[in-house]
């Protein structure tokens, strides 16, 4: 397994919130939160950098949005990447709560230029929700060309801190006209074995439905739901109890092995620290996991995932976020690893 360093300290304390994507030409963009201190609330910038050559040569960064002194933090970027070649980029800005609103930038040349950002807060039901957040991680486009992001959020009122990100509930923020107009899909509440959902990945199964795979606050694993559009018609979130989680991002992409649809998730292989971050493949559209390779045993966090002719790519922080490796194996040492 190859790994190398993409961000460490420079300019800013602490390079957080990973994302990766792979553009329609097969370009690999990663994103970030560049933060001046540790904190969520910290004066921050959005950096986008690109490879073309499968991570050899990473080139940037770009400055995709910037804290100031009104809004000193901009957070959550997600990048979705259309089958067009097009490239979407949301973000919030202060956690769309204080004045802070989300937004929209398009890339029409993989990524080395982006139009301005376009504000879409009236499309999330800022009526319904405080605290906001895209992902984090990497948006997808299904096979009918809905654009989509999990999202999570805290009921209006819910909490008397509107900064607060907790209790959260889940849904997805969806196009279905090539990124025109955006709409907020249906609302997973918690379960009693699944509280607090937050932090979403999402991914497509093998009958062309998306998958979500979700942080629950102090469960001590994942949880699961499944839809066959992608932004309604959810089941309701089941506990993914073989897949461990410290309370930390996990996430997930869909691929190919064997001429068989596979999903793979990446997350904390633990219930009580961000450590041993392992790759996880099913085989059942995510009901179970048969196969596990081991990426970081030590110190890791968030994590997001990509693959590409048959290579697998893995952005993940160590040392909250102090340093950001990009790490990359062939598909098949996955599966031919024992569980």
Excluded at 19 to 32: E, H, W
Excluded at 208 to 227: D, F, I, K, P, Q
Excluded at 233 to 253: H, N, Q, W
Aim: aromatic share 10%; proline share 6%.
């Amino acid at each position: 397994m190859d790994k190398k360093i993409l961000w460490s300290p420079d300019l800013y304390a602490a390079h957080r919130i990973p994302g990766i994507a792979v553009s329609a030409r097969g370009t690999l963009l990663f994103v970030c939160e560049a933060r001046d201190t540790f904190s969520d609330w910290a004066r921050i910038d959005l950096l986008l950098c690109r490879s073309e050559d499968g991570g050899e040569t990473v080139r940037g960064p770009l400055l995709l949005a910037s804290g100031d002194e009104a809004h000193p933090t901009v957070n959550n970027p997600v990048l979705i990447p259309a089958r067009d070649g097009r490239l979407f980029f949301l973000y919030c800005r202060d956690y769309s709560v204080c004045g802070g609103d989300v937004f929209l930038r398009v890339s029409e040349d993989d990524g080395l230029t982006w139009s301005e950002p376009r504000d879409l807060m009236a499309s999330t039901r800022p009526e319904a929700h405080a605290a906001f957040a895209f992902g984090p991680g990497h948006g997808i486009e299904t096979p009918d060309g809905t654009l989509l992001c999990p999202v999570w959020f805290v009921p209006a009122g819910a909490h008397p801190d509107m900064r607060s990100h907790h209790p959260a509930r889940v849904s997805v923020f969806f196009s279905k006209d090539g990124g025109d107009s955006w709409s907020l899909g249906e609302v997973l509440p918690e379960t009693p074995d699944c509280p607090d959902p937050n932090e979403t990945a999402a991914a497509m199964t093998s009958s062309g439905g998306v998958y979500l795979n979700t942080r629950l606050t102090g469960a001590g694993y994942r949880a699961s739901a499944w839809s066959d559009t992608g932004y309604d018609g959810f089941t309701a979130f089941t506990p993914a109890r073989d897949l461990r989680d410290p309370t930390c991002m996990g996430s997930v992409v869909s691929t190919a092995w064997d001429g068989r649809h596979a999903l793979l998730y990446v997350g904390c292989d633990s219930t009580k620290e961000r450590e041993n971050l392992t790759i996880h493949a099913s085989l059942d559209d995510g009901h179970t996991w048969e196969r596990s390779l081991v990426v970081e045993q030590g110190d890791a966090g968030y994590a997001d995932l990509a693959v590409t002719d048959g290579t697998v790519y893995v952005l993940y922080e160590q040392r909250f976020g102090e340093v950001v490796r990009l790490a990359r194996f062939p598909l098949d040492e996955l599966f031919h690893s024992e569980k």
